[in-house]
C-alpha cells in the first residue's frame, strides 16, 4: 500500500508539472498590465484539495490512510528528517538561481512580494485548518495533522520555480516539483501525515503561489505607487515549520 502511496504522490507532481507546461497561470494584457486569471489552472489543486478534504470522512480513503500507515509502521524502522529541509529548497533555488546569474521572469522586488504573498496565503490555510480540523497524526503526536504544512510549503515554492523559471527551461520547474514531492512523500514515511494531508498540502502550496501571481499587479501597484524599482521595501512574513509560529522579516533593495 505504501508503493501505491508513492505512485499516487508522483503523479501528483508530474500532472501539476506537466499541466503547467501546457497552459501558464495567467494571461497577462501587455495593454492594461493586469493579470487575468485562468480558472482551467485551478482543476489539479482543487482535485487535491478535493481529495484531502473528501478523505477526512470518507470510509474508503480513511481505510486506505491507515492501510498505508500499517505498512510504513511494519516496514520502516529509522526515519529520515530531510523534509524538514527540503520543504524550503524550491524557493530557495529561485534566489539561488538569480544569485549565480540566471535570471526570472520577475525582478527581486516583484519576485519577493509574489513569495510573501504565496507564503501568507498558504500558511494562513494551514494554520485555520489545523485548527478547525484537529485530526490526529498517523503517530499520535498530536492534532494538528491535515494539511501537511511541510507538503504546502514545498509545493507553493515548486510552483514559484516553475513560474520564475519556466521561459529559461522547463527542467527547473520539474526538478522543484519533484522535491516537491518527495517532501510529501517523507512525510508518510517518517509516519507524520496521512496521504489525504500530503494530497491537501500540495493543492493549497500550487494555489497559493497561483493565487498570488493573479494578485501581483494590484498588490504592487498599492506598495509602490509611488515609489522606484531602486528603493528599499521591507516586509513581514508568518513563519511555520511544522512545529513552531514566528514571523519572517524580508528586506527588498
Request: hydrophobic letters at 40%; glycine letters at 8%.
Amino acid at each position: 500500500m505504501f508503493y501505491k502511496a508513492i505512485s499516487l504522490v508522483f503523479l501528483v507532481g508530474f500532472f501539476s508539472a506537466n499541466a503547467q507546461q501546457n497552459d501558464s497561470i495567467v494571461k497577462i494584457d501587455s495593454t492594461s498590465n493586469h493579470s487575468k486569471f485562468n480558472y482551467k489552472q485551478l482543476i489539479i489543486p482543487g482535485v487535491l484539495i478535493g481529495y484531502g478534504v473528501i478523505g477526512i470522512g470518507n470510509d474508503q480513503l480513511l481505510s486506505f490512510n491507515h492501510q498505508i500507515k500499517a505498512e510504513v509502521t511494519e516496514d520502516i524502522d529509522e526515519k529520515i528528517t530531510i523534509d524538514d529541509f527540503s520543504q524550503y529548497a524550491p524557493a530557495a533555488s529561485v534566489y539561488a538561481l538569480n544569485a549565480f546569474g540566471v535570471k526570472g521572469k520577475n525582478n527581486i522586488r516583484d519576485r519577493s512580494v509574489i513569495f510573501v504573498t504565496s507564503y501568507v496565503i498558504m500558511a494562513s490555510t494551514v494554520l485555520g485548518l489545523k485548527s478547525i480540523v484537529h485530526e490526529e497524526r498517523p503517530d499520535g503526536s498530536s492534532n494538528n495533522s491535515f494539511p501537511s504544512g511541510h507538503t504546502a510549503t514545498a509545493f507553493a515554492g515548486a510552483e514559484f520555480l516553475w513560474q520564475e523559471y519556466k521561459d529559461k527551461s522547463i527542467w527547473y520547474g520539474i526538478a522543484g516539483y519533484a522535491v516537491a514531492t518527495g517532501t510529501g512523500l517523507f512525510r508518510i514515511y517518517n509516519n507524520r501525515h496521512w496521504l489525504t494531508d500530503v494530497a491537501a498540502g500540495a493543492g493549497i502550496g500550487i494555489l497559493s503561489t497561483k493565487l498570488a501571481y493573479w494578485m501581483n499587479p494590484y498588490i504592487t501597484k498599492k506598495l509602490f505607487k509611488s515609489s522606484s524599482e531602486t528603493k528599499s521595501t521591507s516586509m513581514i512574513a508568518p513563519f511555520y515549520n511544522g512545529q513552531q509560529y514566528g514571523l519572517s522579516f524580508v528586506k527588498v533593495f
